[in-house]
T-cell receptor
Framework: KAGVTQTPRYLIKTRGQQVTLSCSPI?????VSWYQQTPGQGLQFLFE???????NKGNFPGRFSGRQFSNSRSEMNVSTLELGDSALYLC?????????????FGSGTRLTVV | LAKTTQPISMDSYEGQEVNITCSHN???????ITWYQQFPSQGPRFIIQ???TKVTNEVASLFIPADRKSSTLSLPRVSLSDTAVYYC?????????????FGGGTRVLVKP
């Protein structure tokens, strides 16, 4: 079966711009979570969506937002980009959000802010 | 969620067995232990999960002592392609919602 698909794979943006990243989970999975990975902070949880509702949220400013569609695809938006937002953004899908059988991650979107 | 402590890095050679120990002193009764593997510029990949004693799959073994305050991931006969970062996570099964906390992980370097 197809894995988790994240688009685009690479993105270069200028400070102050906004960006939208997309994640298509495994078919049948209803939970999509987003993570930010940087060399300094490691993997940090951003938020989780389940059945189009945000269920959990990490400690990130309001510039980071997301949504989930009825087909479970999710988008993440970052507004007013800062240099520190440069990171690998990963999404993970699971059937119900529990970690009973592990989460399946996508390959990520590498965002560079210049 | 229980905090975990792992070594920052480990070196090994092809064909050897690699054992990575993770400490989780404040693990709760309903917590499970999960290990993920991550290659550069890719997302983490689920390796193995367990609750107590020993779990084995085609990739690795997980050893968990009776007090469950630590766990050891064992990678048999590693190859160069096993060079990656390995994360240990502790979280309850069936938990509503994903808010997994990844620690710093252990960077394993397999040398020829």
């Amino acid at each position: 079966k197809a894995g988790v698909t994240q688009t685009p794979r690479y993105l270069i943006k200028t400070r102050g711009q906004q960006v939208t990243l997309s994640c298509s989970p495994i078919s049948g999975h209803r939970s999509v979570s987003w993570y930010q990975q940087t060399p300094g902070q490691g993997l940090q949880f951003l938020f989780e969506y389940f059945s189009e509702t945000q269920r959990n949220k990490g400690n990130f400013p309001g510039r980071f937002s997301g949504r989930q569609f009825s087909n479970s695809r999710s988008e993440m938006n970052v507004s007013t980009l800062e240099l520190g937002d440069s990171a690998l953004y990963l999404c993970a899908s699971s059937p119900d959000g529990s970690q009973d059988y592990g989460y399946t991650f996508g390959s990520g979107t590498r965002l560079t802010v210049v | 969620l229980a905090k975990t402590t792992q070594p920052i890095s480990m070196d090994s050679y092809e064909g050897q067995e690699v054992n990575i120990t993770c400490s989780h002193n404040n693990i709760a009764t309903n917590d499970y232990i999960t290990w993920y593997q991550q290659f550069p510029s890719q997302g983490p990949r689920f390796i193995i999960q367990g609750y107590k004693t020993k779990v084995t799959n085609e990739v690795a073994s997980l050893f968990i002592p009776a007090d469950r305050k630590s766990s050891t991931l064992s990678l048999p006969r590693v190859s160069l392609s096993d060079t990656a970062v390995y994360y240990c996570l502790v979280a309850p099964q069936g938990a509503a919602g994903n808010k997994l906390t990844f620690g710093g992980g252990t960077r394993v370097l397999v040398k020829p």
